[in-house]
């Protein structure tokens, strides 16, 4: 086996892989025989002549088989101090995205469906990135809260999973290996938007973790990786043909808008706190006008995991507290509850405030230094920012914001410390970008529009917000509906 051989192969677009080349590939670069400068120069020629559809497939097996595959109990045992019962597990739903500016769904949307149980109890097993180019990773916005360990043993994730109802690691050495690497590379080698690559980074760490179904949250627009929703449509038709094929059911996905930020932070520890104030819950008040996108992302990707859970469901008991049969995968028809219905239990979930206590227990789980924790959530105001701000207060002609530019936004986040430029560079917790005003706002003289947060110099702050300032475009004539469609 010669690594050159490979590389060049792939970049002459010769012929393609064998199942076998790929597998001994990836292996020999688990196991450190293959450097990080071959493997590079492979992913950029994978960028340049991409792997079929059986390569792809084949890829993402070879990185989910690295490490372990999980296996989940089909009962748990509970046990009321006389009596140790035995049921069947809650059905264990999961959702990835393909990653964009401000995405920090995740954060919610885990506790969010896992304290749906009054409704449907389901488990969410999740395994999350870190911040990867432009965008940001949801393993680093949650290592903003102290003691918070993403990096849990197989038995340790599954108890979490067990006892809290959610979890959120990052691949290891022991699950995903292979993608915890890779990872890291693509982050720092521009070979992130790669349709093949996205789709194995993405579908094996859901089939290592091996719930029962996923819903995919694929972006599009120059924000995310697919600048076009036909490219961001091809890479969800690949990547749920995949979670089918390896029985993940049912693998659905969305097509969601990254042409502006999601929500009014961008960088770790301000999206924290940014879903820190919605996990409180009275989302309807007027002060959540700015995270209203990210919400209504939430509370529908929320109500599709609760409705698939269904697929899976045994035994249910039905609204009127009957005990329905068993609701037969493919049949959506007999599933108890609708997606309406689903959706809007999850928004009343979220309204009611409840999903904190969740949020809470599972960043304790999973280390979170308890004071600390406290005070992020009840105190957020007092954690503290970056050492250097600039803030820019509008001084033009009144008119209204056309266009907030994602990729220019997250450009600059990474270019004041919220992301990487080299692999495995500490990401500044404290550093980002906060907006007070939106695509689509109305902003007058002396509005505050954006602050910048950095921990590296003042000058740094200042060209920062100079380039924010440059790059959003405000005009006289007002912009109805600025957001692209979601589609599902
Ligand atoms: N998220 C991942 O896990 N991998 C990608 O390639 C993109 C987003």
Redesign the pocket.
Same mark, same amino acid.
């Given at each position: 086996f010669n690594p050159v051989d490979m590389i060049a192969r792939r970049r002459a677009n010769q012929r393609e892989d064998t199942d076998d080349e790929l597998q001994v590939w990836i292996q020999q670069y688990v196991q450190q025989k293959v450097p990080d400068y071959q493997m590079a120069a492979w992913l950029m020629a994978v960028c340049f002549h991409p792997l079929s559809p059986r390569e792809t497939a084949t890829l993402t097996r070879c990185y989910a088989e690295s490490g372990i595959i999980l296996d989940w109990p089909e009962e748990v045992a509970t046990n009321d101090g006389l009596l140790i019962t035995r049921k069947p597990r809650p059905p264990m739903v999961d959702k990835? =995205? =393909?990653?964009g500016v401000g995405d920090k769904v995740s954060l919610i949307l885990a506790p969010l469906v896992a304290a749906c149980d009054d409704l449907l109890p389901v488990w969410v097993p999740m395994m999350a990135?870190r911040g990867?180019g432009h965008t940001g990773g949801t393993i680093d916005k949650l290592e903003s809260l102290v003691g918070y360990n993403p990096r849990q043993s197989v038995e340790n994730f599954q108890k979490i999973v067990q006892d809290v109802g959610c979890a959120i690691i990052c691949a290891t050495r022991e699950i995903c290996p292979a993608?915890q690497r890779l990872?890291a590379l693509?982050d720092v080698t521009s070979t992130?938007s790669s349709l093949p690559?996205?789709t194995a =980074?993405?579908m094996s760490?859901k089939i290592a973790e091996h719930p029962d179904s996923i819903t995919l949250d694929v972006k599009f627009g120059h924000g995310s990786?697919n600048p076009s929703i036909e490219e961001a449509e091809r890479l969800a038709k690949a990547m749920v043909a995949v979670g089918e094929a390896n029985g993940l059911h049912p693998t659905t996905a969305f097509l969601t808008d990254m042409n502006f930020p999601l929500g009014y932070a961008v960088g770790n520890w301000l999206e924290v706190k940014e879903c820190i104030e919605i996990l409180k819950g009275n989302v309807a008040d007027r002060r959540f006008k700015l995270s209203w996108d990210l919400i209504i992302l939430v509370v529908i990707q929320a109500g599709q995991m609760l409705y698939q859970s269904q697929y899976h469901r045994i035994g249910t008991t039905n609204e009127s507290g009957g005990s329905s049969s068993i609701s037969a995968p493919g049949e959506p028809s007999r599933l108890l509850y609708s997606l309406d219905r689903c959706t809007k239990h999850a928004y009343q979930v979220l309204d009611s405030g409840r999903v904190l206590e969740k949020f809470r227990q599972m960043m304790l789980a999973q280390g979170a230094d308890p004071s600390y924790l406290e005070q992020a959530i009840e105190e957020p105001n007092s954690i503290a920012l970056a050492s250097f701000v600039s803030t820019w207060t509008f001084e033009g002609t009144a008119g209204y914001i056309h266009d907030v530019p994602a990729k220019t936004i997250g450009d600059i986040s990474v270019t004041i410390g919220a992301g990487r430029i080299v692999a495995n560079q500490v990401v500044d917790a404290q550093a980002g970008l906060v907006f007070f005003k939106q695509v689509g706002d109305a902003v007058t003289a002396g509005d505050i529009i954006v602050s910048v947060y950095t921990n590296q110099s003042q000058e740094q702050a200042d060209n920062a917000l100079k380039a924010v300032q440059e790059a959003i475009v405000i005009q006289a004539e007002d912009l109805p509906n600025p957001r692209g469609p979601i589609i599902t």
């Open positions: 990835h =995205s =393909s990653g990135g990867l993608d990872y693509r992130v690559l996205q =980074s993405i760490k990786f």
